[in-house]
């Protein structure tokens, strides 16, 4: 079964910066994308940032580029999301998510990492404060 596991939440000042880690196990790490999403209070979950594992690229949604990098340690099957100049508009419950990118039927084909609906696994929240 796919797991992940998502950690690393915090309070920090405007300015500030935190890193997130998602760990993943239960698939191969290689054949997936991992996605970085959140939900601030009163709003809907949008997507952020994404990973393509098997050729790390990656996606930046405009509200978080320049401050937020994602990265990916292929050995330790973990995505950290490095978050830097954090304003507290970035408030919010981050969550981690992945799919399938290499398509199981042919395996030329992989989905951009930020069609943010193939997203079906999906890890528990960890909360981000940003106090101003």
């Known amino acids: 079964d796919v797991q992940l596991q998502a950690s690393g939440g915090g309070l920090v000042q405007t300015g500030g910066s935190l890193r997130l880690s998602c760990a993943a196990s239960?698939?191969?790490?290689?054949?997936?994308?991992i996605g970085w999403f959140r939900q601030a209070p009163g709003k809907e979950r949008e997507g952020v940032l994404c990973?393509?594992?098997?050729?790390?690229?990656?996606y930046f949604a405009s509200s978080v580029r320049g401050r937020f990098t994602i990265s990916s340690d292929n050995a330790e099957n973990t995505v950290y999301l490095q978050m830097n100049s954090l304003k507290p508009e970035d408030t919010a419950v981050y969550y981690c998510?992945?799919?399938?990118?290499?398509?199981?039927?042919?395996?030329?084909?992989?989905?951009?990492?930020?069609?943010?609906?193939?997203?079906?696994?999906w890890g528990q929240g960890t909360l981000v404060t940003v106090s101003s």
């Open positions: 239960g698939f191969t790490f290689d054949d997936y994308a």
């Open positions: 990973i393509s594992i098997k050729d790390s690229s990656k």
């Open positions: 998510a992945a799919f399938r990118a290499r398509d199981p039927a042919n395996w030329r084909v992989v989905y951009y990492c930020n069609d943010w609906t193939r997203y079906n696994d």
